[in-house]
């Protein structure tokens, strides 16, 4: 059977298809028997997620490697001892909608940054606006990040007081377009595996 659906890629474990070969089954139908199941026999599949397995350390440094080669900028990744590395993602920015910061606050210091101040936290004062589209900052990001803290930091530093919920990272594609990442997608590793 041809069975086709679109859900979150976190959902995929929840999903049970009942799929039949097309004309399986319908002879019998009449307005009672499109109420319950037309056919003695359920043809359920449930549909497993395939995780691949996780990268070796040599694996990875060929990767690096092999990136590290293509980079034309100055924004290399590192292999650290323990297996982890970091590298540069690029966001472009595209909010289509406006953001909500706090009114009458001085930009965040070094300082304030260190000490962990929120200054968000200090007016109840608010402002919108929208960025310009195509807003673009590039960020250094541990292998360890995930996307749900890529949001959660590039907020902090605009002082978007906005839910963190309400955004999504995208990764480009040059073929399909773009693609969501999921909150607990690694974003150094997709970046690694893309090439420059």
């Known amino acids: 059977a041809d069975c086709r659906y679109t859900c979150h890629q976190e959902c995929r474990h929840l999903i049970q298809l009942d799929c039949r070969q097309p004309g399986q089954c319908q002879s019998h139908l009449s307005p009672e028997s499109t109420l319950l199941p037309p056919c003695s026999q359920n043809v359920t599949q449930t549909v497993e997620e395939e995780k691949p397995e996780p990268p070796t350390i040599q694996e990875i440094k060929e990767k690096i490697e092999k990136y590290n080669a293509k980079v034309t900028n100055c924004l290399l990744m590192k292999l650290n001892d323990d297996g982890t590395y970091t590298g540069f993602i690029k966001v472009h920015l595209k909010l289509r ?11 965040q ?8 101040v929120n200054l968000a936290d200090m007016t109840d004062k608010r402002t919108s606006f ?19 803290e890529v949001i959660q930091g590039l907020l902090k530093k605009f002082m978007v007081v906005d839910n963190p919920q309400k955004f999504a990272l995208f990764k480009e594609m040059r ?3 773009q693609g969501e990442f999921m909150p607990s997608d690694p974003p150094a590793f997709l970046r690694l595996i893309s090439l420059p």
């Open 97 to 107: 909608r406006p953001v909500t910061v706090p009114a009458g606050i001085r930009p």
């Open 175 to 177: 073929k399909d377009g």
């Open 109 to 116: 210091s070094i300082y304030d940054a260190l000490k962990e």
């Open 130 to 148: 929208y960025l310009p589209l195509d807003a673009i900052k590039q960020l250094h990001i541990s292998s360890t990040t995930t996307v749900s």
